[in-house]
């Protein structure tokens, strides 16, 4: 049994077969056609010989290096230079060819690959769906889907929260039985309420509420300047037809209520819709998965105390959310907080570098700008009321009044 092993072992490697493969036919189509029918081969791995012969047949190998490399490895490596810019192809496979000769493993060399074309300059791919043209002897038809890991992992989050299915049926079943339902909704013409887990995402009129000359002081209660105390109902209902949501801002451009402020570990769906209006994208700067499809994220954590509350909850995609270091004192990836200042969110990277805000002109329609906004203009219109006063007093000052101030410079 070993040596029918090692015998088997010996013939993938090196890049031998690539050659044999190249001179099977003219075209790659008639090569895979060949590979399958007169020696076996599966279709899948037929295609990844040819796509791998394009790379090591014109491959120089005078020391033997590729000897004792895996087929299954050189198709990997082979995979890795096709998406590489034309000007680090070379760079590349040779950088990972070497990287192999070490003696490391396929699954070694993959995880190397992935971390490679992070910050290598890698050809342009886009998202696709492709569809198998003919079912199989069970009747299916199989689908290969790809999207950027963020459109992916939004994707899956809709799926997987749409499915009704049990908790303990494999993931896989989960998911077909979640998006079987969502593709039904949409034919029923039902978008949006896919699953009544889902937080209401319907859209509706939101009101920007900004309170001039007030200070919020917790619980839903503005103190105004002149002494009284108002919560934020009563100021709501003088303001606003009875339907949307109310998002509050106080004189210091401070979100502070969409009712009900507080809440228990989970935040609402007013309170989510009041942070979604206060940030629209994903508080880490540079990403611009919109607010409402987004999770609610505590600044300090629930396990360390973190209330539901305006003050602590922020807006984060999946994907970020699930990086960001709940420990502040245990930095990996960086964490998403308020500014303690002025409650603008941000993001502190891991090195405890300078805070990063998200700077997308966007954010100029946010609610917290849109109520900066509307407050300097009263401010600016205040101040011109104040100087047209002043004129008018003047106007009416008389010169004995001038006198009587001390302006007369008369002897």
Same mark, same amino acid.
């Given at each position: ?84 810019? &034309? #000007?680090?192809?070379?760079?590349? /496979? ?5 990287? %192999? ?5 396929? *699954?070694? @060399? ?121 919560? &934020? #109902?009563?100021?709501?209902?003088? /303001? ?5 949501? %109310? ?5 210091? *451009?401070? @979100? ?156």
């Amino acid at each position: 049994m070993t040596a029918i092993l090692g015998s088997l072992a010996d013939s993938l490697h090196g890049t031998a077969i690539f050659a044999e493969v190249a001179t099977l036919a003219n075209t790659a189509a008639l090569r895979v056609e060949k590979l399958t029918e007169e020696f076996g081969f599966s279709q899948h791995f037929a295609k990844e010989l040819v796509a791998a012969a394009r790379t090591w047949v014109p491959y120089e190998d005078p020391e033997g290096k590729t000897k004792a490399i895996s087929v299954q490895q050189l198709i990997l490596i082979a995979k890795a230079v096709e998406l590489t810019a &034309a #000007e680090d192809k070379e760079t590349t /496979r040779d950088m990972l060819l070497a990287y %192999a000769c070490e003696g490391h493993t396929w *699954k070694e @060399l993959k995880a190397k690959i992935s971390d490679t074309h992070r910050v290598v300059k890698t050809r342009k791919v886009s998202d696709s769906v492709t569809v198998s043209a003919v079912a199989d002897a069970c009747g299916m038809k199989h689908a290969h889907i790809k999207l950027e890991a963020l459109k992916m992992d939004r994707f899956i989050g809709l799926i997987a929260e749409a499915s009704t299915a049990p908790s303990d049926l494999p993931e896989s079943f989960r998911w077909a039985q979640g998006l079987n339902r969502i593709v039904q909704d949409y034919e029923d013409g039902v978008c949006g309420t896919t699953s009544t887990r889902l937080w209401n995402r319907r859209l509706a009129p939101a009101f920007i509420l900004p309170i001039p000359d007030s200070t919020y002081i917790g619980d839903g209660k503005f103190a105004t300047t002149d002494g009284d105390i108002l919560d &934020a #109902e009563e100021l709501a209902n003088c /303001r606003l037809e009875p339907y949307g949501f %109310a998002v509050m801002y106080d004189g210091n *451009k401070k @979100l502070s209520c969409t009712l009900p402020l507080k809440n228990q570990r989970f935040a609402d769906g007013a309170l989510r819709t009041g942070i979604a209006c206060d940030q629209i994208f994903c508080t880490h700067p540079g990403c611009y998965r919109i607010g409402t499809y987004s999770q609610a994220h505590h600044d300090k954590s629930w396990a360390s105390g973190g209330e539901t509350t305006a003050e602590n909850i922020l807006i984060a995609c999946k994907y970020h959310n699930g990086q960001n270091d709940d420990d502040p004192t245990k930095p990996k990836h960086g964490r998403h907080e308020r500014d303690p200042v002025n409650g603008d969110p941000r993001y502190v990277p891991p090195d405890g570098g300078p805070p990063r805000y998200h700077d997308s002109p966007c954010r100029g329609y946010t609610g917290r700008d849109i109520a900066g906004t509307i407050l300097d203009e009263e401010k600016r219109a205040g101040h011109r009321d104040d100087g047209r006063d002043d004129d008018r007093r003047d106007s009416n000052c008389t010169d004995d009044d001038r006198c009587a101030d001390g302006d007369d410079n008369s002897e």
